[in-house]
């Protein structure tokens, strides 16, 4: 078996059916890389370019993770812009189509905040938002991070760029010290890994210059 192949890892069923109707046939080069550690639950420092397949990277991790009878945040994405959130919600519910019972809820700035209140009411898996509107979800007591086991930070240079540093460390202050956090970006300057000694635990890093 190749070793880009997704079958060299330890996925379910479901997990492998849904990249077969996807027609992922073989992992990126960031998915390669990747994925096995985040599988063995490190924590992960990856820098690859845009179009590289980070989404499937995090997204089939966090995945596998989950405890479909806990209905309370187990995954939290945080993403720079409502537009990349809302890509990688779609991503993540394409790798899910065959976990019928995951719930995943969008809290992005911009959206009225009504019903994003009533679907965490019903409980949600997979949070994936931006950092403000999560945070106000987390002042309102509308969402609870106490049992969140997988914490991504996509595109996490741009959200330092866009001024989010604060809110990002507001959200990680109130997740679990013993969380598998996973931090991805295109870009690795000094204020990302300033922020990584703060948040991760011994990081494994993967880059990838050229896309695969
Ligand atoms: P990035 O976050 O690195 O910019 P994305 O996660 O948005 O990249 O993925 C870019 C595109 O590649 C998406 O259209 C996605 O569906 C596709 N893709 C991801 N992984 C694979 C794969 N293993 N095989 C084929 N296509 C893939
Ligand atoms: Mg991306």
Do not use: W
């Amino acid at each position: 078996m190749a070793n880009d192949s997704f079958r060299s890892l330890q996925l379910s069923k479901a997990q492998l059916d849904a990249l077969d109707s996807l027609g992922y046939e073989s992992m990126t080069a960031i998915q390669a890389q990747s994925l096995p550690e985040i599988l063995k639950g490190n924590d992960l420092i990856a820098q690859a370019k845009t179009g590289s397949g980070k989404t499937a990277a995090f997204g089939i991790g966090l995945l596998q993770k989950l405890n479909p009878r806990f209905f309370g945040a187990q995954a939290l994405v945080l993403c720079p812009t409502r537009e990349l959130a809302e890509q990688v919600g779609k991503e993540i519910r394409k790798l899910a189509r065959f976990m019928p019972n995951i719930k995943l809820v969008m809290l992005c700035g911009g959206k009225p905040i009504g019903p994003q209140i009533g679907s965490l009411e019903h409980g949600a898996h997979i949070v994936v938002g931006t950092p403000g509107r999560v945070q106000d979800h987390l002042r309102k007591n509308t969402l609870k991070l106490d049992g969140l086991t997988t914490l991504v930070l996509d595109e996490a240079d741009r959200m330092l760029d866009m001024g989010f540093a604060d809110a990002m460390q507001a959200i990680i202050g109130q997740t679990p010290k013993n969380r598998q956090t996973l931090l991805f970006s295109a870009t690795y300057p000094d204020t990302i890994q300033h922020m990584s000694r703060q948040i991760q635990r011994n990081p494994v890093t993967v880059t990838v210059e050229a896309e695969h």
